[in-house]
């Protein structure tokens, strides 16, 4: 089973993008999911991750600029990012949060220019 993130694009440094991710019932109903993401060159980072009682944490590179959300009802769960800097294109994933190696999908890539 791989989770698939879409929404991701070329911006402009300031700019926003809304980053959502489906999953299946099964798995998005019972786990916490994250966005991770990978910049060239570096290791995959885990950027937020939401409970499944909506309870929600940041890394500080995006804290305040980002906010993570999930719809249960379409078993979905969305990272809206904001005043988006250069250091932020990478290769963005959604996983549950702790990820399991099974679940990384192709990722979105989120390019970000200055």
């Known amino acids: 089973v791989q989770l698939q993130a879409s929404g991701g694009g070329l911006v402009q440094a300031g700019g926003s993008l809304r980053l959502s991710c489906a999953a299946s019932?099964?798995?998005?109903?019972?786990?916490?999911m994250g966005w991770y993401r990978q910049a060239p060159e570096k290791p995959r980072e885990l950027v937020a991750f939401?409970?499944?009682?909506?309870?929600?944490f940041y890394q500080n590179p995006v804290k305040g600029r980002a906010t993570i959300s999930r719809d249960n009802a379409k078993n979905t769960v969305f990272l809206q990012m904001n005043s988006l800097k250069p250091e932020d294109t990478a290769v963005y994933y959604c996983?549950?949060?702790?990820?399991?190696?099974?679940?990384w999908g192709q990722g979105t890539q989120v390019t970000v220019s200055s």
């Open positions: 939401i409970t499944t009682s909506h309870a929600t």
């Open positions: 019932a099964s798995i998005f109903s019972i786990n916490n």
């Open positions: 996983n549950v949060f702790p990820a399991k190696n099974d679940y």
